[in-house]
Nanobody, 113 residues
Framework: HVQLVESGGGSVQAGGSLRLSCTAS?????MGWFRQAPGKEREGVAA???????TYADSVKGRFTISRDNAKRTLYLQMNSLKTEDTAAYLC???????????WGQGTQVTVS
């Protein structure tokens, strides 16, 4: 497994933007972002493999962009046109297999008001 460290969360007004980063301690083929709001299930936001293939949750399509810099072992999530319903703890994940993710970051809070 790899260790993951997220950064970039914060508070923003609706319609604003934030960029999250996640740095991994080693190479991992797939990386993704999940989020969990209080009282809600954890949900997948976006994922990307080392070839650049991406997937997005319908709720963020057209607003969020996932990308990665393999040389820096860093994952990004550019979040635009933020809505109050995007408020959640955002977690970085890696090492996926069969729909399961083995490595998780501690999470970074995003609050949209």
């Amino acid at each position: 497994h790899v260790q993951l460290v997220e950064s970039g969360g914060g508070s923003v007004q609706a319609g604003g933007s934030l960029r999250l980063s996640c740095t991994a301690s080693g190479y991992t083929y797939c990386m993704g972002w999940f989020r969990q709001a209080p009282g809600k299930e954890r949900e997948g936001v976006a994922a990307i493999d080392s070839d650049g293939t991406t997937t997005y949750a319908d709720s963020v399509k057209g607003r969020f962009t996932i990308s990665r810099d393999n040389a820096k072992r860093t994952l990004y999530l550019q979040m635009n046109s933020l809505k109050t319903e995007d408020t959640a703890a955002y977690l970085c994940a890696a090492d996926c297999s069969g729909g399961l993710w083995a490595s998780w970051g501690q999470g970074t809070q995003v609050t949209v008001s």
